[in-house]
């Protein structure tokens, strides 16, 4: 069993890295079609002032998406909103920075949590449903953004080509957040079952997450909370886009900017397992800036604008976390004790 196992992961670790540097072979393939000159001088526009308020409106995105995820956890464990909002921001960094898909990203964010005195059931278990809300969310985003692309751009063949793309995207996002609601609030019990009976050690804490998971859906008034407060984040996410490209000098109206980033959102989850959707990004921009009269130079150098944020406020956000790590490590305690009320959750 274990020789198949590694032989898995290491499955999923060259596809991690062929997805990596077929990703990477694009962006460049498309910077160097569109003009390297074009694109570069499109991103130095901003300038450092630019760059750093780019920066900065990143960094006030994470205390927009921590509360949709604090919401979520019921008010008698009481941690303090910014543990999510650290969550959050470390899930991010760890998606956007290191090769990792997603998904890994969601592991990241749930430990940070955890070392911030969650209980680890309560935070992956909340992870979970946060991601499952945001998904949810996305599908109102990205009908906006189609809503935004019929009345805005004239109609042709790509246009048609892309409109009816993202429409079976969405349908597709609709089914998969429906699905994964299903799953979490009927199928553990199913999971829970076969754990019993194949890894009786691991029962214990398999059921405890289910505890978790279940005190979360008791109440659908927190679930439906939350999916609000990251469709308001979606549409902050759009207003800092807005902003980086007025500070490039660019003149595009808000409802555009929406519309692009909506559809961005429905490729770049359906890239999900493609590290940071190298090159996937860059291609979305490159092709939707111009419907709207943006060249595809303009494109580009926000994906890289956008990247380069990233960056810059990742960077120093994992080092910060590797630190905590650390000092966690030494300390010798695997499972800090949660300041919370509640105790009912080992």
Same mark, same amino acid.
């Given at each position: 069993?274990?020789?198949?196992?590694?032989?898995?992961?290491?499955?999923?670790?060259?596809?991690?890295?062929?997805?990596?540097?077929?990703?990477?072979?694009?962006?460049?393939?498309?910077?160097?079609?569109?003009?390297?000159?074009?694109?570069?001088?499109?991103?130095?526009?901003?300038?450092?002032?630019?760059?750093?308020?780019?920066?900065?409106?990143?960094?006030?995105?994470?205390?927009?998406?921590?509360?949709?995820?604090?919401?979520?956890?019921?008010?008698?464990?009481?941690?303090?909103?910014?543990?999510?909002?650290?969550?959050?921001?470390?899930?991010?960094?760890?998606?956007?920075?290191?090769?990792?898909?997603?998904?890994? %990203?969601?592991?990241?964010?749930?430990? @940070? #949590?955890? !070392?911030? $005195? *969650?209980?680890?059931?309560? +935070?992956?278990?909340?992870? &979970?449903?946060?991601?499952?809300?945001?998904?949810?969310?996305?599908?109102?985003?990205?009908?906006?953004?189609?809503?935004?692309?019929?009345?805005?751009?004239?109609?042709?063949?790509?246009?048609?080509?892309?409109?009816?793309?993202?429409?079976?995207?969405?349908?597709?996002?609709?089914?998969?957040?429906?699905?994964?609601?299903?799953?979490?609030?009927?199928?553990?019990?199913?999971?829970?079952?076969?754990?019993?009976?194949?890894?009786?050690?691991?029962?214990?804490?398999?059921?405890?997450?289910?505890?978790?998971?279940?005190?979360?859906?008791?109440?659908?008034?927190?679930?439906?909370?939350?999916?609000?407060?990251?469709?308001?984040?979606?549409?902050? %996410?759009?207003?800092?886009?807005?902003? @980086? #490209?007025? !500070?490039? $000098? *660019?003149?595009?109206?808000? +409802?555009?900017?929406?519309? &692009?980033?909506?559809?961005?959102?429905?490729?770049?989850?359906?890239?999900?397992?493609?590290?940071?959707?190298?090159?996937?990004?860059?291609?979305?921009?490159?092709?939707?800036?111009?419907?709207?009269?943006?060249?595809?130079?303009?494109?580009?150098?926000?994906?890289?604008?956008?990247?380069?944020?990233?960056?810059?406020?990742?960077?120093?956000?994992?080092?910060?976390?590797?630190?905590?790590?650390?000092?966690?490590?030494?300390?010798?305690?695997?499972?800090?004790?949660?300041?919370?009320?509640?105790?009912?959750?080992?």
């Amino acid at each position: 069993m274990r020789p198949q196992l590694e032989r898995e992961r290491l499955h999923v670790k060259l596809g991690v890295i062929v997805g990596a540097l077929a990703g990477l072979g694009i962006a460049a393939y498309l910077i160097f079609a569109v003009g390297i000159g074009a694109v570069f001088a499109a991103a130095t526009a901003v300038g450092w002032p630019g760059f750093g308020l780019i920066c900065f409106l990143g960094l006030a995105l994470f205390a927009i998406l921590g509360p949709p995820w604090f919401v979520l956890v019921p008010p008698r464990f009481s941690p303090p909103v910014t543990t999510f909002v650290w969550g959050r921001a470390v899930r991010d960094s760890a998606s956007e920075v290191l090769p990792f898909s997603h998904v890994g %990203g969601i592991v990241i964010g749930a430990r @940070a #949590v955890v !070392l911030r $005195g *969650v209980k680890a059931p309560l +935070a992956y278990a909340s992870a &979970i449903v946060d991601v499952t809300t945001e998904m949810a969310a996305q599908v109102v985003y990205v009908l906006v953004g189609v809503v935004i692309f019929l009345t805005h751009v004239p109609k042709s063949s790509s246009s048609e080509w892309l409109t009816n793309t993202a429409i079976v995207a969405t349908f597709v996002g609709t089914l998969g957040t429906i699905g994964f609601l299903v799953v979490q609030r009927r199928g553990f019990a199913i999971v829970e079952r076969l754990v019993e009976r194949v890894l009786p050690k691991a029962a214990a804490q398999a059921g405890t997450f289910r505890s978790a998971m279940e005190s979360i859906h008791a109440s659908p008034l927190r679930i439906f909370l939350s999916v609000i407060l990251h469709l308001m984040a979606w549409f902050a %996410g759009a207003g800092a886009t807005f902003a @980086a #490209v007025r !500070l490039m $000098g *660019v003149h595009l109206g808000f +409802a555009p900017i929406v519309c &692009i980033e909506a559809l961005l959102c429905a490729v770049r989850s359906a890239a999900i397992f493609i590290p940071n959707a190298l090159g996937v990004q860059e291609a979305a921009y490159a092709m939707l800036m111009p419907f709207f009269g943006i060249g595809a130079p303009v494109g580009l150098a926000l994906s890289l604008l956008k990247r380069a944020r990233d960056i810059a406020i990742g960077i120093p956000i994992l080092l910060v976390w590797q630190v905590i790590e650390g000092h966690h490590a030494l300390g010798k305690n695997d499972e800090p004790e949660p300041p919370m009320r509640d105790r009912s959750l080992p």
